[in-house]
């Protein structure tokens, strides 16, 4: 243990992990990899993973590699053996036993060890640190997918119940054609139709409830009441009202995207203070003058706010709507038929389309209000 400035114990992370890593690796070396009776040393893959595992583990707790070239090497080594562990439980499905387990924790442990690193890194430029600060989530996504392929295949699990990233991955890869033309329904027709006439209009309300003051205890309450409806209840009525196509699905977005727009708008619009708008009344400024130059300004991060909940409020409530009536074309579609047929991998590949473009939407807008409220406490840094 360290001590702090004010001589409170604080626990070395990373020396406990490296603990971990040795510990597990040794364990692993140890114990039965594969039924019936397959060691680590059976397995070349294997006693490599043993050997590079335990070296860092030594190496880490005895103080040496502590600087960024170790902790490269760190990486290196988690990488070399994730990929030796995948490989060789890819060629024992199922038989994964009490020394492949070790050494699998061993592995997260490292891979934990070397994100819990690169948080610590300083003194980089601008550009590296922004890179480092990229890598960092994107490491720990690859562990959750690395871990979660081994479990699957070393345990077996039916890919009925949770289909490996490996053959999620491959069903991405074989159904791209499928794969886009559920994204073009769903995404590019109705997500983005239902997403700018929602938010769109709310706004437009929006500035009328704030010109209109009667027209708040009027149209808040309806606007409250229309977001409490449920979406299965509301998506078999825009079926029936607009048809089986998009329109029906970017009735439902709408629908979901409206109250949250409206109600950030208002609430922004009320954000400038009594002494600001104090100041624009004594330079003569009209109302809409104001608006402009004062009041939607200050607004603008209760609007973005607004359109990042709405960015996933969209997509969720476009691919449930499709359960309730579509052509046969769409992501909702494909995932309520692939359900049936019991192609889980199809399902998931489904799944992942969707998270990504979800993602990628959300990502979108942060950066668009990023640029637009640059001048903001919470963009600054």
Known sequence: MSTIAAGQPR???PALLAITVLVFAVLGLTGTAFRPDLGALDLPRLAIVVTVLAI????YTLGFARHKLGDVIIGAVTALSAWFLVGTAGKHPGQAAFGFWCLTLATWAAAWLFVERLAHWRGLSPTAQKLVNLAIPLIFGVTVLVLWQLVV?????????LPSPGAIGARLVSSVPVLWADFQQT???AVLAGYAIGCGS?????ILIDRVPFLRRGLLPIGNLVSALPIIGVAPIMVMWFGFDWPSKAAVVIIMTFFPMLVNTVAGLAAADAMQKDLMRTYAASYWQTLVKLRLPMALPFIFNALKINSTLAMIGAIVAEFFGT???GMGFRISTEVGRMNLDMVWAEIAVAALAGSLFYAAVALIERIATFWHPSQRG
């Open 153 to 161: 295949v070393g345990a077996g699990i039916p890919q009925v119940l």
């Open 187 to 189: 995404f590019l027709k």
């Open 202 to 206: 709310a706004f437009v309300v929006a």
């Open 56 to 59: 860092l583990g030594v190496r």
């Open 11 to 13: 626990i070395d992370t």
């Open 327 to 329: 052509p046969i074309v």
